[in-house]
């Protein structure tokens, strides 16, 4: 209580300074007056009484000092003098404060960026209540794409009743392609891009709608009511965020489908379960309707409170072998494993290198700019040292201080953080907006209490450590020698230095460091943009074609060669083919085998399928390494017939020529015509995986992609291809002309990110290193500028000079690389499976970086070097 | 001036301007000071303006309160007086010192080793 109401008291009288100041001057008067009083009626004259008063109430300024101190708030007052004071000194010297807070927040921005997307992606849970207990349940060993990761509706089905881990098991379609829906009423119809998810799908994530309801149990039934969910962005954009739209029904594939809900702006499928993709709707996956399906269902599932990962995982080890992937059809085999992950971990679980490799390169950056500012700071205490020195001597603590220069290097690096905040909080709008970056979560993106409360620790554990080197060493400096001193003529001492040297030394170790990691990853993304990915994606664009074939292929066999025909007659058009899916994006598998083999299991691969038109196979540019294309008189009564890719015939038919062997495809017989060379299918830096071609006039395709090889660059003839299909089929929606160098594009985002990242990091890293080598050599030389021009006058050369001056330099950046080197050597294993065709140790990188800096080092050296053959050796020594 | 005068220890001063104004009831602090002066005998240290930052830490606290008034010979003083909370708190003071110079005099007249 007392000490309450003390506190409470001190505050006040802080606040009331001159009044308390003024009542306390008039009771120590009055005190004095007493005293003279009682004194001179013992019988001492006035003037005696006076003096013998003053001198019983002791240091009339000590009293002062300790009333204060006993009644205000005594560090608060020093501090605000200290800042005062720091405030003062640095408006002085407004170049030193501009470039110091500068580099800072340079330092401290890129520092806050890294850790909101370290933060976003990694250490926050995923945007689900209790996401912790959410589940991914795939293959063990998926090698066949999304195919060999999910499950029949039947398996499904039955591992719902039979597992007693879960509280719910729910999947989504995992074979959806972009625009996949047209939303019509409107004019031209609009492509929109809609995902199938069970009935219980929301309530496993525990998602609730914004408006509306989730779909109910017969929605989901066949021939229920057609339902659809909007997403918060797409209602935004295309229903102008009305209200009202809930209940109404829409127009989806010429169907009326009504709105039941929209779902909340948290809700992002995309940037979960497939980054860099935007998903506007969300229709009930009827299971029903694909009962004769294969592999279908991407599957989650939510934990039962307290059943452990393991448990769950022992338990699927037990069930999925056994699951039957169809009732309806016994034969198919499907040999099921499960492997159950944290949905978090498989969302991110990929990113965690090269995200911890980011947050280290950010985290070095930081180091450098401590060592640069500790440097710089250096240089303005040895500017200041008389100052130091003067206050020592009218009784300054060494504590004292230490806190001025604490204080001063706390405000300098509060001021970067400001500014720092500021630029990170730009690169955060312009990542989170980047929705082309395949990066789970990006959308989620923000300044949140954690990123400020990370600002706030990264200001004051850097203020503290570049503010304390320079703090500790004046003040431990000899006071008389100072004041002695006559300036900048005598020599700095050794010591001092001998710092500087090693802080430059450590800043070039650093910058190595970073350079190397920076090359070797810079280089492993130069050989994966540099891997013959089976296709050639310049001059290639891709266009979505929506025709209606009632599952004729006579039919589509002739609407597909009057899109190609026509679509080829446009000018600057060299070729164009069909496909339903392209490499690098949407994929699936089906199974092929030598006719008559039998195989050990495991022996046999998911095989990923592509129904094409012939010239499809031209069009995008894959080579054609043996037999012949498809040809429209493959047609749906001739033999059928499959086309396969190197991998396949390698591991099917070994040493022997695979034209003409008949081949099992999916239950069926398929005479093989052709040999591909390996397409990268499915990443651009994996291994290809076992495809094969069919033609479309014999499959069924799913949907259709229209691929146009052209003369011009694509994007010329997006809007006469667009105005050709739509003379074909008015209902065409308008969907995009994509190249398909943004699919190369877009499947290498995330590693082009982390380079460019990590190499304007690096390049950071340099700039500031050579900074800081400037900043000492230049300072040694004015320091030393009688020293040389004694020199010169005693018969030094020009070239004497600067060749002492860069000798200098040298030798610091070699103490420098030799640690750097040796550093990075042992840091580059850490990165290694980071790399793609690249050794952690490449020879090149690691002479490149040696080259580079040295090159910076001697430039950076050069200009003082300059600088000091320019002394005139008659005015370096009157000048003194 | 032959033996050295005491230094006073940590807080004690409080206690003994608590005591002060317990006994004699409203003083200003030159009185105050005076009177522990008596009191103590000239054994104590005391440069009277430390009186003062006692003096505002107490009321600070809310054991004593303070009001300006006038002197018997009509000069302008700051004058004390204990307060309710303030007399508690003397209470538990005095009990403690009492506590500890006992048990300092306990100690510091053990008998040697072997006298008993």
Redo the contacts between chains.
Sequence with gaps: M?AM??GW??ML?FFHKPERDA??E???A??V???V??NMRQGMPEPEARRKALV?????Q??RE??R???GLPWLDVLLQDVRYTLRTLRRDRSFTVVAVLILALGIGANIAVFSVVNTILLRPLPFPDSQRLIRITAKDPKGGESSMTYTTDATQEYQQRNKSFQQVTGYFAFTGPDNYKLGGHGVPLPVTGILVMGNFFQTLEVQPMLGRLFTADECLPKGRPAVLLSYPFWKRQFHANRDIVGQAIDLNNTPVTVVGVLPKTFDFGSVFSPGSKVDIFTPFIMHDFQDDGNALALIGRLKPGVTLAAAQAEADLLFPKLVANLRHPGWNEHYTARQMLLKQYVTGKLHRSLIVLWCAVGMILLIVCVNLSNLLLARTAARSKEFAMRTALGAGRGRLIRQLLTESLILSGAGALLGLGIAFAVIEFLAHQGSIALPLLSDLRIDGATLAWTVAVAIVSGAAFGLMPGLKMSSGNLQETLKDSGSGAGEGKKHEELRSALVISEVALACVLLVGAGLLLRSFLHILDVDLGFEPSHAAAISVEYTDGGNAAKRSAIWQEIIHRVEAIPGVETAGITDNLPLSRNRSWDISAKGQTYRPGELQDTFVFIVSPGYLRAIGMRLLAGRDVSWSDGPKSQSVVIINETVARKLWPGQDPIGRIAMVGGGEARVIGVIADVHESSVEGDPGWQMYLPATQAEPEGAQLVVRTKVPPDVLASSVMATLRQINPGQPATEFRPIQGLVDHAVSPQRFFVLLVDIFAGLGLLLASLGIYGVISYSVTQRTQEIGIRMALGASRWNVQWSVIWKTLRLVLVGMVVGLAASFAASRLIATLLYGTAATDPKTFGAVTLLLLGVALLAGYLPAWRASRINPMIALRNN | MGEVKLDLLQGTLDLMVLQTLATLGTL????I??RIEQVSGDEILL????I???L??L?????ISAEWGT?E?N????YYSITK?GRK?LAKDAAYWQRLSNVMGRVLSMPAEGEL
């Design positions: 007392g109401r003390e008291n001190r009288s009542e306390m008039a009771e120590l009055s005190h007056e007493l005293a009083e009682e019983r109430i002791g240091g009339v000590q009293a300790r009333q101190e006993a009644r | 200003h602090g030159y009185g000071a005076r440069n009277q303006g430390t003062y930052a006692s505002v830490r009321q600070q606290r809310g054991w002197s010979n000069r302008k003083a700051k909370s708190q």
